[in-house]
């Protein structure tokens, strides 16, 4: 058995409702979207996210199916999980959820499995968001023009600009939301989510950016939506887009070479913020680039001083973080430098296989070339490096 480390984020996730408007005849959760159920499909998306303590709330009645969904979504991952009873109200099936925490847990995510299609890049962006005592909750800009009515009567209008719709997760530190639970409880007040019963308790909340296929499922419209999302995913061509980046740097750093994720002892240092591998920095544009998240002095730049003398790796696994989260995995990357020096061909395998194993096992090639003399690389005044990126849709983290 894989014994897996102790995390210390759980996720509520509330599975107990009857899903009265949704019409039909079984609990909210447990009605299939496709070959999966609403529970299963959120499940998917949870287990897709950083490793967490997973509670399902479940109907009363309907533990077993639940536990079955959670153990299909699981894995490897099942000792992760567990199922508890909800109550009659959410903040009582959340209160269940609450008493079902691992000792070492420090942030707890409250999740509707009703929002089945929330991607999972959503959820590790609310645990990154959590800090302090202030909780995090996803939101998107209303955009329909909205009125104030009285009866059949429009009597005025709204700044939709000083609103937004309230997605889950929601975030927050474990021991104020224990507390603030607590209170809401012994009070008899029943709030619409955990935001509003966090803030009710004097706790700030922030708002990150929602995701549109983080919905929740209420109708039979809603339902569909959802089908016809899931179908045009699974129909829907494999369609491939290509990021080119390019690097410069000057001989003269401090120190040994470092190009394509080698120390090349005795071989002049190239300049720069980092280890001056322009190699690696063009395969981090290429990469960048191709997914649409900007470039490397946006993420890793003077701006960045943790990045000052990082290695190539240390660039390529954060840049393959941030593809992964935005829905891509790496098809293949093509790396060409032109210098007249190291002499690359006796060390271009093992040079591929570090630059290969920073991107999680993507293949990589490199190849170089010399100019015949002509421009600052012919002259030996440094290296010159284009990369071409592959990405293809990863539907794992799209969902």
Request: one cysteine or more; a negative charge; proline letters at 5%.
């Amino acid at each position: 058995m894989t014994v897996l480390p102790v995390p210390d984020t759980a996720i509520i996730v509330v599975a107990a409702g009857s899903g009265t408007r949704l019409g039909a005849g079984a609990p909210k959760a447990l009605v299939g979207i496709d070959e999966r159920s609403i529970l299963r499909h959120a499940l998917d998306g949870v287990f897709a996210a950083a490793p967490m303590q997973v509670i399902v709330v479940a109907p009363v009645g309907f533990e077993g199916e639940a536990e079955s969904e959670l153990r299909a979504a699981a894995g490897d991952r099942a000792d992760l999980g567990r199922v508890v009873t909800g109550g009659a109200t959410r903040q009582m099936s959340v209160a269940a959820g609450l008493g079902a925490l691992w000792g070492d847990v420090t942030c707890v995510l409250v999740h509707d499995a009703a929002r089945a299609l929330t991607p999972a890049a959503q959820i590790d962006a609310v645990v990154q968001a959590v800090a302090g005592d202030a909780g995090a909750i996803p939101v998107l800009p209303v955009v329909d023009t909205l009125k104030r009515v009285e009866g059949a009567a429009v009597v005025g209008g709204v700044d939709r600009s000083e609103l937004a719709a309230a997605q889950t997760p929601q975030g927050f530190p474990r021991l104020p939301l224990e507390a603030a639970y607590a209170t809401a409880l012994s009070s008899g007040i029943e709030y619409t989510d955990d935001a509003a019963l966090y803030a009710a308790a004097g706790h700030d909340v922030h708002r990150i950016a929602g995701s549109q296929r983080a919905f929740k499922i209420t109708t039979p419209a809603d339902l569909e939506r959802a089908r016809h999302l899931l179908g045009a995913v699974a129909s829907a061509p494999v369609i491939p887009v290509v990021g080119v980046g390019t690097d410069v740097h000057a001989f003269g750093g401090d120190g040994n070479l470092w190009l394509a994720g080698l120390e090349w002892p005795g071989e002049p240092a190239l300049s720069g913020h980092s280890d001056g591998d322009a190699v690696a920095h063009a395969i981090v544009d290429a990469l960048l680039g191709a997914a649409g998240l900007g470039d490397i002095g946006q993420h890793f730049g003077t701006s960045h001083p943790e990045y000052a003398g990082a290695h190539a790796h240390v660039f390529l696994a954060r840049t393959l973080e941030l593809v992964n989260e935005a829905g891509w995995s790496i098809g293949n990357v093509s790396v060409q430098f032109q210098g007249n020096r190291p002499r690359f061909s006796a060390r271009r395998t093992e040079a591929e296989q570090a630059l290969s194993s920073a991107l999680g096992g993507a293949p990589v090639t490199v190849s170089a070339t010399t100019t015949d003399g002509l421009g600052f690389p012919g002259r030996g005044e440094g290296i010159s490096v284009t990369a071409i990126a592959v990405l293809v849709p990863d539907a794992s983290r799209i969902r």
